[in-house]
């Protein structure tokens, strides 16, 4: 049975920094690519980050870059992701998930139960 559990979510004032974390059991962790996801009230979901199995390639949405890092430990089953000067806009349930493929534009047949991030302006 494969669990994705994420960590750190909260509440932070603008400028702010949070760090997130995601625990994977169930899967071979360092066969599959990892994505943090969001999802704001009244908003889609959408990919905001993305790091392969290796963590050779990673991707990150235009209104992240600079702000957030994502990155893995496969030692440990874990992805993360940084956060550094957060906005409002930010504010959202994250969601970690795994995908099978290094394609991180492709189906993502695992996820985590999500974490708020709230950031106060």
């Known amino acids: 049975q494969v669990q994705l559990v994420e960590s750190g979510g909260g509440l932070v004032q603008a400028g702010g920094s949070l760090r997130l974390s995601c625990a994977a059991s169930?899967?071979?962790?360092?066969?599959?690519?990892m994505g943090w996801f969001r999802q704001a009230p009244g908003k889609e979901r959408e990919l905001v980050a993305g790091i392969t199995w290796s963590g050779g390639r990673t991707y990150y949405t235009d209104a992240v870059k600079g702000r957030f890092t994502i990155s893995r430990d496969n030692a440990k089953n874990t992805v993360y992701l940084q956060m550094n000067s957060l906005k409002f806009e930010d504010t959202a349930v994250y969601y970690c998930?795994?995908?099978?493929?290094?394609?991180?534009?492709?189906?993502?047949?695992?996820w985590g139960q999500g974490t708020q991030v709230t950031v106060s302006s």
């Open positions: 169930g899967l071979t962790f360092s066969s599959y690519s």
């Open positions: 998930a795994a995908c099978p493929s290094n394609d991180l534009f492709s189906g993502y047949p695992y």
